[in-house]
Protein backbone atom coordinates (compact mmCIF):
# COMPACT_ATOMS: atom_id res chain seq x y z
CA UNK A 1 0.00 0.00 0.00
CA UNK A 2 1.09 3.60 -0.69
CA UNK A 3 1.09 4.98 2.62
CA UNK A 4 2.96 2.37 4.02
CA UNK A 5 5.55 2.74 1.17
CA UNK A 6 6.07 5.89 1.96
CA UNK A 7 6.73 5.70 5.74
CA UNK A 8 8.84 2.92 5.02
CA UNK A 9 10.71 5.29 2.84
CA UNK A 10 11.17 7.43 5.65
CA UNK A 11 12.81 5.10 7.94
CA UNK A 12 15.41 3.43 5.26
CA UNK A 13 16.32 7.10 4.63
CA UNK A 14 17.05 7.85 8.32
CA UNK A 15 18.62 4.78 8.24
CA UNK A 16 20.88 4.89 5.19
CA UNK A 17 21.05 8.82 4.63
CA UNK A 18 20.71 8.01 0.83
CA UNK A 19 19.67 5.10 -1.23
CA UNK A 20 19.07 4.79 -5.00
CA UNK A 21 15.52 5.07 -7.08
CA UNK A 22 16.29 1.19 -8.01
CA UNK A 23 17.47 0.38 -4.20
CA UNK A 24 13.92 1.56 -3.80
CA UNK A 25 12.41 -0.27 -5.99
CA UNK A 26 13.79 -3.80 -5.36
CA UNK A 27 13.17 -3.12 -1.71
CA UNK A 28 8.87 -2.44 -2.66
CA UNK A 29 8.80 -4.17 -6.02
CA UNK A 30 7.70 -1.85 -7.73
CA UNK A 31 8.98 0.77 -10.72
CA UNK A 32 11.49 3.44 -10.19
CA UNK A 33 9.02 5.27 -12.19
CA UNK A 34 6.68 4.87 -8.99
CA UNK A 35 9.58 5.42 -6.49
CA UNK A 36 10.00 9.02 -8.13
CA UNK A 37 5.88 9.30 -7.62
CA UNK A 38 6.58 8.82 -4.08
CA UNK A 39 9.32 11.44 -3.48
CA UNK A 40 7.45 14.17 -5.36
CA UNK A 41 4.42 13.14 -3.12
CA UNK A 42 6.27 13.61 0.02
CA UNK A 43 8.16 16.63 -1.47
CA UNK A 44 4.87 18.23 -2.24
CA UNK A 45 3.71 17.28 1.85
CA UNK A 46 6.83 19.94 2.68
CA UNK A 47 9.49 16.32 3.65
CA UNK A 48 12.98 17.91 2.33
CA UNK A 49 13.95 14.91 0.37
CA UNK A 50 15.76 15.01 -3.10
CA UNK A 51 17.68 13.37 -5.47
CA UNK A 52 20.86 13.66 -6.57
CA UNK A 53 22.80 12.65 -10.15
CA UNK A 54 25.72 10.97 -10.80
CA UNK A 55 28.03 8.09 -9.34
CA UNK A 56 27.33 9.09 -5.68
CA UNK A 57 23.72 10.33 -6.29
CA UNK A 58 20.53 8.83 -4.91
CA UNK A 59 17.77 10.10 -2.78
CA UNK A 60 18.08 11.56 0.56
CA UNK A 61 17.10 13.46 3.39
CA UNK A 62 18.23 16.69 4.23
CA UNK A 63 20.76 15.93 7.45
CA UNK A 64 19.31 17.99 10.04
CA UNK A 65 15.38 16.86 9.06
CA UNK A 66 13.54 15.29 12.49
CA UNK A 67 9.65 14.19 12.00
CA UNK A 68 8.39 16.55 14.66
CA UNK A 69 4.81 14.59 16.39
CA UNK A 70 4.10 18.28 17.43
CA UNK A 71 3.06 19.27 13.85
CA UNK A 72 0.18 17.35 14.84
CA UNK A 73 -2.88 17.28 16.90
CA UNK A 74 -3.90 14.73 19.35
CA UNK A 75 -7.25 14.29 17.41
CA UNK A 76 -4.65 13.81 14.00
CA UNK A 77 -2.60 11.26 15.31
CA UNK A 78 -5.87 9.60 16.37
CA UNK A 79 -6.85 9.49 12.66
CA UNK A 80 -4.11 8.70 11.06
CA UNK A 81 -3.41 5.22 13.53
CA UNK A 82 -7.26 4.40 12.59
CA UNK A 83 -6.80 5.23 9.39
CA UNK A 84 -3.75 2.45 9.15
CA UNK A 85 -5.55 -0.02 11.51
CA UNK A 86 -8.41 -0.34 8.82
CA UNK A 87 -5.83 -0.32 5.92
CA UNK A 88 -4.17 -2.93 7.79
CA UNK A 89 -7.80 -5.38 7.95
CA UNK A 90 -7.07 -4.98 4.31
CA UNK A 91 -3.60 -5.68 3.98
CA UNK A 92 -3.60 -8.97 6.22
CA UNK A 93 -1.50 -7.59 9.38
CA UNK A 94 1.46 -7.09 6.77
CA UNK A 95 1.65 -3.45 8.34
CA UNK A 96 2.02 -4.21 12.23
CA UNK A 97 5.36 -3.24 11.97
CA UNK A 98 5.23 0.09 10.37
CA UNK A 99 2.15 0.52 12.94
CA UNK A 100 3.93 -0.40 16.31
CA UNK A 101 6.46 2.07 14.84
CA UNK A 102 4.27 4.94 14.55
CA UNK A 103 2.46 4.30 17.18
CA UNK A 104 5.33 4.60 19.68
CA UNK A 105 6.21 7.68 17.85
CA UNK A 106 3.09 9.47 17.98
CA UNK A 107 2.53 8.25 21.44
CA UNK A 108 -0.61 6.44 20.51
CA UNK A 109 -1.43 3.08 22.17
CA UNK A 110 -5.14 2.79 21.99
CA UNK A 111 -6.59 0.82 19.37
CA UNK A 112 -8.92 1.65 16.33
CA UNK A 113 -12.65 1.90 16.72
CA UNK A 114 -12.89 -0.24 13.69
CA UNK A 115 -13.08 -3.85 13.55
CA UNK A 116 -13.01 -4.39 10.01
CA UNK A 117 -13.12 -8.19 8.38
CA UNK A 118 -13.11 -8.47 4.23
CA UNK A 119 -14.12 -12.01 4.15
CA UNK A 120 -17.38 -13.10 3.45
CA UNK A 121 -19.17 -15.49 5.77
CA UNK A 122 -18.74 -18.70 4.37
CA UNK A 123 -14.86 -17.90 3.29
CA UNK A 124 -15.98 -18.63 0.10
CA UNK A 125 -13.99 -15.87 -2.01
CA UNK A 126 -10.32 -15.91 0.62
CA UNK A 127 -8.21 -18.23 -1.46
CA UNK A 128 -8.72 -16.25 -4.71
CA UNK A 129 -8.64 -12.74 -2.53
CA UNK A 130 -5.71 -13.48 -1.11
CA UNK A 131 -4.10 -14.82 -4.47
CA UNK A 132 -5.50 -11.75 -6.28
CA UNK A 133 -3.85 -9.49 -3.59
CA UNK A 134 -0.51 -11.58 -3.64
CA UNK A 135 -0.31 -10.78 -7.47
CA UNK A 136 -0.83 -7.08 -7.60
CA UNK A 137 1.65 -6.37 -4.63
CA UNK A 138 4.15 -8.40 -6.54
CA UNK A 139 3.13 -7.22 -10.24
CA UNK A 140 2.37 -10.93 -10.97
CA UNK A 141 0.15 -12.12 -13.62
CA UNK A 142 -2.73 -14.21 -12.99
CA UNK A 143 -5.23 -16.48 -14.84
CA UNK A 144 -8.74 -17.42 -13.68
CA UNK A 145 -12.01 -19.37 -15.14
CA UNK A 146 -14.51 -16.72 -15.24
CA UNK A 147 -18.19 -17.33 -15.81
CA UNK A 148 -20.20 -14.77 -17.59
CA UNK A 149 -23.27 -13.46 -17.39
CA UNK A 150 -24.48 -16.07 -20.10
CA UNK A 151 -23.41 -18.81 -17.58
CA UNK A 152 -20.47 -19.74 -20.43
CA UNK A 153 -16.68 -20.35 -18.34
CA UNK A 154 -14.29 -18.54 -19.92
CA UNK A 155 -10.16 -18.77 -19.09
CA UNK A 156 -9.07 -15.31 -18.44
CA UNK A 157 -5.17 -14.23 -17.92
CA UNK A 158 -4.43 -10.25 -16.63
CA UNK A 159 -2.16 -7.97 -15.14
CA UNK A 160 -4.33 -7.53 -11.77
CA UNK A 161 -4.00 -3.49 -10.71
CA UNK A 162 -6.96 -2.67 -7.70
CA UNK A 163 -9.39 -4.84 -5.71
CA UNK A 164 -12.15 -2.98 -5.87
CA UNK A 165 -15.48 -3.36 -3.41
CA UNK A 166 -18.86 -2.23 -4.16
CA UNK A 167 -22.20 -2.17 -3.26
CA UNK A 168 -21.29 -5.42 -0.84
CA UNK A 169 -19.58 -6.71 -3.73
CA UNK A 170 -15.88 -7.67 -4.56
CA UNK A 171 -14.54 -6.89 -8.31
CA UNK A 172 -11.26 -7.09 -9.77
CA UNK A 173 -9.57 -4.04 -11.66
CA UNK A 174 -7.28 -5.36 -14.68
CA UNK A 175 -5.95 -5.56 -17.70
CA UNK A 176 -7.41 -8.41 -19.71
CA UNK A 177 -4.93 -9.82 -21.91
CA UNK A 178 -7.08 -11.76 -23.97
CA UNK A 179 -9.38 -7.99 -24.49
CA UNK A 180 -6.11 -6.07 -24.94
CA UNK A 181 -7.93 -3.96 -22.70
CA UNK A 182 -9.43 -2.60 -18.94
CA UNK A 183 -11.54 -4.73 -17.46
CA UNK A 184 -13.53 -5.45 -14.24
CA UNK A 185 -14.43 -8.88 -12.72
CA UNK A 186 -16.56 -10.03 -10.24
CA UNK A 187 -15.04 -11.85 -7.46
CA UNK A 188 -17.80 -14.23 -7.22
CA UNK A 189 -17.42 -15.50 -10.70
CA UNK A 190 -14.14 -15.74 -10.31
CA UNK A 191 -12.72 -19.41 -9.55
CA UNK A 192 -9.05 -21.69 -10.02
CA UNK A 193 -6.96 -18.22 -9.37
CA UNK A 194 -3.22 -19.14 -10.07
CA UNK A 195 -0.47 -16.70 -9.89
CA UNK A 196 2.01 -17.63 -12.48
CA UNK A 197 5.37 -16.69 -12.22
CA UNK A 198 5.32 -14.11 -14.98
CA UNK A 199 6.15 -10.36 -14.05
CA UNK A 200 4.19 -7.29 -15.91
CA UNK A 201 5.73 -3.94 -15.86
CA UNK A 202 2.68 -1.79 -14.60
CA UNK A 203 1.28 0.45 -17.00
CA UNK A 204 -0.56 3.76 -17.46
CA UNK A 205 -4.04 2.91 -16.79
CA UNK A 206 -7.01 5.41 -16.26
CA UNK A 207 -9.63 3.90 -14.00
CA UNK A 208 -11.77 7.08 -14.55
CA UNK A 209 -13.76 5.53 -16.92
CA UNK A 210 -17.74 4.52 -17.23
CA UNK A 211 -17.17 1.87 -14.96
CA UNK A 212 -20.18 0.10 -16.48
CA UNK A 213 -18.73 -0.08 -19.63
CA UNK A 214 -15.96 -2.34 -18.22
CA UNK A 215 -17.64 -4.67 -16.34
CA UNK A 216 -16.62 -8.21 -18.00
CA UNK A 217 -19.83 -9.02 -19.70
CA UNK A 218 -21.95 -6.44 -18.65
CA UNK A 219 -25.81 -5.73 -19.40
CA UNK A 220 -27.55 -3.11 -18.57
CA UNK A 221 -30.08 -3.69 -15.74
CA UNK A 222 -33.78 -4.31 -15.93
CA UNK A 223 -35.79 -2.59 -13.51
CA UNK A 224 -38.43 -4.22 -11.40
CA UNK A 225 -41.20 -3.33 -9.14
CA UNK A 226 -41.86 -5.62 -6.57
CA UNK A 227 -44.83 -6.04 -3.88
CA UNK A 228 -43.14 -7.75 -0.36
CA UNK A 229 -45.35 -8.37 2.51
CA UNK A 230 -44.56 -6.52 5.35
CA UNK A 231 -43.38 -9.47 6.83
CA UNK A 232 -39.90 -9.04 5.29
CA UNK A 233 -39.20 -5.89 6.69
CA UNK A 234 -35.64 -6.84 7.68
CA UNK A 235 -35.30 -8.30 4.33
CA UNK A 236 -36.40 -4.83 2.55
CA UNK A 237 -34.17 -2.65 4.90
CA UNK A 238 -31.18 -4.97 5.09
CA UNK A 239 -30.82 -5.32 1.15
CA UNK A 240 -32.37 -1.97 -0.50
CA UNK A 241 -31.45 1.74 -0.44
CA UNK A 242 -34.37 3.49 1.68
CA UNK A 243 -35.20 6.07 -1.78
CA UNK A 244 -36.11 2.59 -3.81
CA UNK A 245 -38.56 1.83 -0.95
CA UNK A 246 -42.61 2.93 -0.33
CA UNK A 247 -45.12 1.88 1.76
CA UNK A 248 -48.14 1.18 0.71
CA UNK A 249 -51.47 1.63 2.22
CA UNK A 250 -51.64 -1.99 3.77
CA UNK A 251 -48.51 -1.74 5.30
CA UNK A 252 -46.55 -3.70 2.94
CA UNK A 253 -43.88 -2.63 0.75
CA UNK A 254 -43.27 -1.77 -3.29
CA UNK A 255 -39.86 -1.69 -3.85
CA UNK A 256 -38.24 -0.83 -6.90
CA UNK A 257 -34.48 -2.34 -7.77
CA UNK A 258 -32.36 -2.11 -11.16
CA UNK A 259 -30.31 -5.74 -11.39
CA UNK A 260 -29.17 -6.97 -14.60
CA UNK A 261 -31.94 -9.81 -15.78
CA UNK A 262 -30.31 -13.29 -15.85
CA UNK A 263 -30.69 -16.68 -13.74
CA UNK A 264 -29.24 -14.98 -10.58
CA UNK A 265 -32.33 -12.27 -11.02
CA UNK A 266 -34.74 -15.18 -10.82
CA UNK A 267 -33.91 -16.92 -8.21
CA UNK A 268 -33.42 -14.00 -6.20
CA UNK A 269 -37.01 -12.93 -6.97
CA UNK A 270 -38.13 -16.64 -6.06
CA UNK A 271 -35.91 -16.64 -2.46
CA UNK A 272 -39.23 -14.31 -0.86
CA UNK A 273 -41.22 -17.10 -1.95
CA UNK A 274 -45.15 -16.09 -1.22
CA UNK A 275 -44.34 -13.32 0.47
CA UNK A 276 -43.40 -10.81 -2.69
CA UNK A 277 -44.84 -10.36 -6.19
CA UNK A 278 -43.26 -9.19 -9.50
CA UNK A 279 -45.74 -6.37 -9.65
CA UNK A 280 -43.55 -5.33 -13.27
CA UNK A 281 -42.54 -6.12 -15.84
CA UNK A 282 -45.09 -8.33 -16.85
CA UNK A 283 -42.23 -10.82 -18.78
CA UNK A 284 -40.47 -11.27 -15.98
CA UNK A 285 -44.23 -11.89 -13.47
CA UNK A 286 -44.51 -14.68 -16.09
CA UNK A 287 -41.03 -16.16 -15.57
CA UNK A 288 -41.31 -16.26 -11.93
CA UNK A 289 -44.78 -17.83 -12.34
CA UNK A 290 -44.08 -20.53 -14.54
CA UNK A 291 -41.23 -21.23 -12.62
CA UNK A 292 -42.88 -21.65 -9.44
CA UNK A 293 -45.48 -23.86 -11.14
CA UNK A 294 -42.62 -26.24 -12.71
CA UNK A 295 -41.20 -26.74 -9.38
CA UNK A 296 -44.38 -27.62 -7.83
CA UNK A 297 -45.03 -29.54 -10.70
CA UNK A 298 -42.30 -31.51 -10.19
CA UNK A 299 -42.64 -31.79 -6.07
CA UNK A 300 -46.26 -33.42 -7.25
CA UNK A 301 -44.53 -36.00 -10.04
CA UNK A 302 -42.10 -36.89 -7.09
CA UNK A 303 -45.09 -37.46 -4.58
CA UNK A 304 -46.48 -39.68 -7.00
Known amino acids: MQINRLFEMIYILFDKKRVSAKELAE ?6 RTIYRDVEILSSAKIPIYMTKGKNG ?3 LLSDFVLDKKMLTEEEKKNIITSLYSINALNDNSMDSTLLKLKDFLGQK ?4 FDIEFDDWGNRLKK ?8 ILSRKIID ?8 VITKRTVEPYVLWFKDK ?7 CKDRNAIRIFRFTRMSNVVVLNENYSPREL ?24 KLMAYRI ?3 FPNENIKRTSDGDFDVKINYIEDEWLYGYLMSFGSSAIVVEPKRIREIIKNRFQKGLDNYSKYDA
Open 237 to 239: FDE
Open 206 to 229: DFSFELNSKIENYIEPTEVLLRVD
Open 110 to 113: SASI
Open 169 to 175: TWYLKAY
Open 128 to 135: QFEETKTA
Open 144 to 151: FDYVTSKS
Open 58 to 60: GIS
Open 27 to 32: QFQVST
